[in-house]
């Protein structure tokens, strides 16, 4: 199923106040790796703030979950 395939009509929409107090929760099982990547997906992370590595690595998380056999 894509995303476009989900019905989301009955879904509420979350505004600015629900992302304001939302949390990042990072898993403690990790290890530091050395990663090339594009210098447009770097800026990309670096510009939603603080942490951005955490956001790039729950990225992959959602990428890996979706394609995990």
């Not at 019905?7 to 050395?34: H, I, M, Y």
């Not at 990547?37 to 992370?45: A, I, K, P």
């Not at 942490?51 to 890996?64: F, M, S």
């Amino acid at each position: 199923m894509t995303d476009d395939e989900i019905d989301t009509s009955d879904s509420p929409e979350l505004g600015p106040e629900f992302f304001a107090n939302a949390k990042l929760w990072v898993p403690k099982n990790r290890r530091s790796v050395t990663l090339n990547v594009e210098n447009d997906v770097l800026d990309w992370f670096e510009d939603q703030g603080p942490e951005y590595q955490y956001r790039i690595n729950a990225a992959l998380k959602i990428y890996v979950d979706a394609h995990r056999r």
